[in-house]
T-cell receptor
Framework: SQQGEEDPQALSIQEGENATMNCSYKTSINNLQWYRQNSGRGLVHLILIRSNEREKHSGRLRVTLDTSKKSSSLLITASRAADTASYFCVTGANNLFFGTGTRLTVIP | GAVVSQHPSWVICKSGTSVKIECRSLDFQATTMFWYRQFPKQSLMLMATSNEGSKATYEQGVEKDKFLINHASLTLSTLTVTSAHPEDSSFYIC?????????????FGPGTRLTVT
């Protein structure tokens, strides 16, 4: 199945530090999305990057995409305690396939 | 805009009973709705895709007779867990979208936590 795998599975950092999460996927894609999920809550769409884009910014978020390596990264700069959540990379257009997720903990 | 609601947000039921979960797109018409389930500390898994007015398409391994999906209108889809068992306890999330192709974006509901005792 077209499923991404995030690395690391869990990440714990101090507030103010940067957090980097990586995602690898298996098949060719048209776009890749990143979502966040607070514990036991619904999903929030963060950013979408198309296959012809290499980098995209949104506020404190920076996403890169390397289609030759079938990988993407999500960088959260100047992290805050409120960024504590699980982050998923997602591939697919109509049917979405979720990666395993990275659990980020930002310590105040 | 693009708000999706789910009802109920949590439900506890006894083993053997059926539970219905509603998913509504509040401010747009959703030609397609998706149902996911998520076990604790795991990723979301797509269960089925439903298009308005047609039968749902189930992913491999998902029992269609157990998880009944109805998508009767462009703003409402329901998931009924029939004869629920404790192993059906999970977090169920729906999403709604329209259009297709690159750049397509789904909007997710807040989820329903089902506990079967």
């Amino acid at each position: 199945s077209q499923q991404g795998e995030e690395d690391p599975q869990a990440l714990s950092i101090q507030e103010g530090e940067n957090a980097t999460m990586n995602c690898s996927y298996k098949t060719s894609i048209n776009n890749l999305q990143w979502y966040r999920q607070n514990s036991g809550r619904g999903l929030v769409h963060l950013i979408l990057i198309r296959s012809n884009e290499r980098e995209k910014h949104s506020g404190r978020l920076r996403v890169t995409l390397d289609t030759s390596k079938k990988s993407s990264s999500l960088l959260i700069t100047a992290s805050r305690a409120a960024d504590t959540a699980s982050y998923f990379c997602v591939t697919g257009a109509n049917n979405l396939f979720f990666g395993t997720g990275t659990r980020l903990t930002v310590i105040p | 805009g693009a708000v999706v609601s789910q009802h109920p947000s949590w439900v506890i039921c006894k083993s053997g009973t059926s539970v219905k979960i509603e998913c509504r797109s509040l401010d747009f018409q959703a030609t397609t709705m998706f149902w996911y389930r998520q076990f604790p500390k795991q990723s979301l898994m797509l269960m089925a895709t439903s298009n308005e007015g047609s039968k749902a398409t189930y992913e491999q391994g998902v029992e269609k007779d157990k998880f009944l999906i109805n998508h009767a209108s462009l703003t409402l889809s329901t998931l009924t867990v029939t004869s629920a068992h404790p192993e059906d306890s999970s977090f169920y999330i729906c999403s709604a979208g329209s259009g297709a192709g690159a750049g397509y974006e789904q909007y997710f509901g807040p989820g329903t936590r089902l506990t079967v005792t």
